[in-house]
């Protein structure tokens, strides 16, 4: 592997630690955070579903913008963007805001995340096809899962313990202040390589040759359009099932203002994302093709979320939880190899972007759903619903195996298929 290569590696995961560690010292507590603003669970749901319309309405327009005026502009665009809707949240729980208010925060949320969904992997790909990377893509996004990992173990750990010990606003604070050190840092050490933006284009033009790229790369891309199409399903149940964990967890454990426990429970998932992600080049070895392992993963998903749903332990729903992270974090670095060398590099972040608003489009339904049934059933019902939505996934794994693409066997980096650059 060429120095450059390692250079672009280090900057990726640099800044995979930074926007996770920004992230997460709100994730433990965030549920917590709407509910003590005066939101029922339908609401806060909602909320979080309107997080996902934002991503819906802006990922592809936010790809478009990564593809045309390029992903270090997208990035700093999104952290720019994130900073001032973490601060737009904290202004809402102070002044215990109405619904709509929650509503635009977070659809500013999500505009916020959709300028990283695709640009960042999108930078990485293309840096590294650019800096002569020999080696596979499994072992990049394997290491980013264990830095996330870690990022989210010492994020949520803190939130936990900083709101425990201040109040339920002061972990937006410091996630706001991460957020500024994160546009810095782009700032200095983010640059476009083997990719140069087409900046001489009209935005109307510069829209339409992108968007028929993205969907000759996406969903007419079979192997491609079958794992799109499976995302709104295990994305929209993944946003429920984490953030319900949080007061399931208060609920089982018998104390609802212990924040700490909710941050515990983001702390396991972080442990089972870091472990999951160590276990992704034995998983290579296992198995055959990547689109095992996404079969595999959404049938465990399955299980695992019925068990949830069928204790009434908060020692097994925490181990539950372990185990369904664990298998989340081996998965996701083989579906993006599995999809990368299929895109061409000219529509990568858009496509990309497209993938995501596949998922959050999923969520956009399910997660009041879920939220609508945990008010009525509880939030054991709602586990076991959202096992059975979870299981609508299994069918779209299977036809994209069919598929036999390129990509979807397990070979040695010298032989795998190259990355489009």
Known sequence: MTESARVVQRTYLLLTLLTTLAASFIWGINTLFLLDAGLSNTEAFAANAFFTVGQVLFEVPTGVVADTRGRRFSFMLGAATLLLATLLYLLMWNIQAPFW????ASVMLGLGFTFFSGATEAWLVDA???????GNLESVFGRAQV????????????????????????????????LGVTLLVAWRFMHDLG?????????????????????????????????????????GVGFYAFYAFQPYLLELYGDPNAYSIAGLAAAVVAGAQILGGLLVPWVRRLFARRTHVVIGSAILSVVMLTLVGLTDSFVVALALLAVWCMVLAVVEPMRRAFINPL?????????????????????????????????????????????????????FALLARRENAASDPIRDASVEPAVDG
């Open 101 to 104: 208010g929650w509503a635009l």
């Open 128 to 134: 590294l096809a650019a800096t002569g990377f020999t």
């Open 147 to 178: 830095v996330g990992g870690f990022a989210m173990l010492a994020g949520s750990v803190g939130g936990g313990v900083i709101a425990q010990f201040t109040d339920l606003g002061v972990p937006y604070i410091v996630r706001a202040a991460m």
């Open 195 to 235: 990719f140069t933006p087409d900046r001489g284009a009209t935005p109307i033009a510069a829209v339409r040759v992108v968007l028929k790229g993205a969907i000759d790369g996406g969903l007419r891309n079979r192997p491609v359009r079958w794992l799109m199409l499976a995302a709104p399903f295990s994305v």
């Open 343 to 395: 895109i061409p590099s000219e529509q990568r972040a858009t496509v990309l972007s497209f993938d995501s608003l596949m998922g959050s489009a999923g969520g956009v339904v399910i997660q009041p759903g879920l939220g609508r049934t945990a008010d009525l059933f509880d939030y054991p019902a709602s586990y076991v619903a959202a096992a059975g939505i979870q299981a609508l996934a299994i069918p």
